[in-house]
């Protein structure tokens, strides 16, 4: 661990932190207040987690497994137990506040996990018995149900409810409790997929019983040599009233014939069943450091920052208009502006409105980093209708010289976070003129129609037409109009010529198609 990353705000000068997780299953608070608070060794001294069958019978009775769960499940709702374990904390603070630190003592009591996965079946039909496995014995073993997994799950659950209720009644002298049961998904025994008894599971943060291990071991040969000397003293009934005292004269004669190592080997993969393994004890130290750090107002040199992202590419408003030229456009703007509000409100990003008319075009979308979203997801601040609308009427309307029929010629609105919104034109209009002339009593009375000329030479009232027919002659009785409700033109001039003019009134709109 870095102390420079992980040390939290206050005076850590030249501190090491060492994390020693500790697990001792068995010990009564009676046997931590007695004989782990003392400041003297304490090796050798009674442990009533040790006090199992002797094997001449004396020491405690032995239980079955359906005894011992209902013995246990009843010392857990025992109101003692709260009260056992306020105890035990309360010493512990008085022997921490002896230290140099004082009242700054710091107590962070961790939970114990849920032990196993209840949701799967594939347990029901397991054991864990000892005997039973690698290799049946052929008798009836407990298998793990779910209502069996489920009772033990319960007990955890009862227990971290008495830990967090005795850590309570010390908020005050610096306790907290951890827990750290949510840490444990996926890392149970009876998880969905596993085999169990599995010792290689990779995921399972719980020890197994080393169920394969060789029944026979050469290397402890001299262990039972050893358990063979003690047992064959006569006094040894009354010479060990408890197992520990056993024990500890059985470890002598270890040490002297030099296998302590292989001893432990065999005995410690036994003793550790459903105890942490080291990805478990990463854990609990994990969470006990960030509520410290936490506690404590926050790291002393916190981790440098990520580097900041690269600012954000400013992309101004832009209006790019295809301009008023080609003979592509929407003839009428209002059909334009209906079609961009329907384009707004669905999710395509392209879609063609009016096709084989004189309006027909394509509304379409492109947002700045995925080309997949439609105007649905435009962000906000980003309005798609009034984009498409500044396409619509702000680039070719408001021209009565140029553009007097307010035809649309379509562009590319830019937003200014990237999102591109373009209308098209897909209408090829045909310039067309119709000239009909027919002589009346002392003149020729003409009538022009047409569509789509240039209005830069055609004028806003025709004076361009008006001029090119004054070539054939005076003209009188001069009358244009523009006719948007005809179905094939889009205006309509008439007057009076002398007679004779006709030849060079329907030349002259015959050229009026090349000219304009």
Not at 37 to 51: A, I, M
Not at 344 to 366: A, F
Not at 396 to 421: I, L, Q, R
Request: glycine share 8%; aromatic share 10%; proline share 8%.
């Amino acid at each position: 661990m870095n102390n420079d990353q992980r040390l939290p705000n206050g005076d850590h000068k030249d501190v090491t932190i060492t994390f020693n997780n500790v697990v001792c299953s068995g010990s009564h608070t009676e046997d931590i207040e007695a004989w782990q608070l003392l400041d003297e060794p304490t090796s050798g001294k009674p442990n009533s987690q040790y006090e199992t069958s002797l094997p001449w019978g004396a020491g405690p009775t032995y239980h079955t497994c359906d005894e011992q769960r209902k013995i246990s499940k009843g010392l857990i709702k025992d109101p003692q137990l709260v009260t056992n374990i306020s105890s035990t904390i309360q010493k512990v603070v008085e022997k921490g506040r002896k230290g140099p630190i004082k009242d700054k003592f710091r107590l962070y009591v961790v939970g114990f996990p849920q032990f196993f996965d209840t949701e799967t079946t594939e347990c029901d039909t397991v054991t864990f018995a000892r005997t039973a496995n690698p290799n049946p014995d052929g008798k009836e073993h407990t298998k793990l149900t779910q209502a069996i997994r489920q009772e033990y799950n319960d007990m955890s659950i009862g227990l971290n409810k008495a830990i967090a209720a005795a850590v309570e009644e010390h908020k005050d002298q610096n306790v907290k409790f951890v827990p750290i049961d949510d840490q444990m998904e996926g890392h149970r025994y009876c998880e969905p997929g596993v085999k169990e008894p599995d010792q290689n599971n990779e995921k399972l943060w719980l020890w197994h019983y080393p169920y394969n291990e060789r029944a026979e071991n050469p290397d402890l040969q001299p262990l039972t040599d050893a358990y063979s000397q003690v047992m064959s003293d006569p006094s040894v009934k009354s010479k060990f009233p408890t197992f520990s005292s056993f024990e500890n004269e059985v470890y002598a004669h270890i040490n002297e014939t030099g296998i302590q190592d292989p001893l432990w080997i065999s005995v410690g993969n036994r003793v550790k069943v459903f105890h942490p393994q080291p990805a478990l004890h990463e854990t609990i130290r994990n969470l006990i450091l960030d509520q410290y750090t936490d506690d404590m107002g926050g790291l002393l040199t916190p981790a440098p920052p990520p580097p900041a992202p690269p600012p954000p590419t400013v992309v101004l408003e832009k209006n790019a208009c295809h301009g008023i030229s080609g003979d592509t456009w929407v003839m009428h703007s209002d059909t334009a502006s209906k079609n961009a509000d329907e384009f707004c409100n669905q999710d395509s990003t392209e879609v063609t409105y009016n096709p084989g008319s004189v309006d027909e075009l394509k509304m379409s979308v492109k947002a700045a980093n995925n080309e997949d979203k439609g105007p649905k997801n435009t962000p906000p601040g980003t309005n798609c209708f009034n984009a498409l609308k500044a396409v619509v009427d702000g680039c070719d309307g408001n021209d009565p010289v140029n553009n007097p029929h307010n035809y649309k010629f379509g562009g590319t609105f830019t937003s200014s976070d990237g999102w591109e919104f373009t209308m098209t034109p897909l209408s090829k209009q045909i310039n067309e003129i119709s000239c009909d002339v027919a002589y009346k009593f002392f003149f020729d009375a003409f009538e022009v129609r047409g569509k789509n000329l240039p209005s830069a030479q055609f004028g806003a009232d025709g004076e361009g037409l008006k001029k090119e027919i004054s070539g054939c002659g005076a003209i009188s009785k001069w009358k244009f109009e523009q006719t948007p409700d005809d179905v094939k033109f889009q205006w309509y001039a008439s007057g009076q010529l002398p007679i004779g003019t006709k030849a060079c009134v329907m030349k002259t709109g015959r050229g009026m198609e090349m000219i304009f």
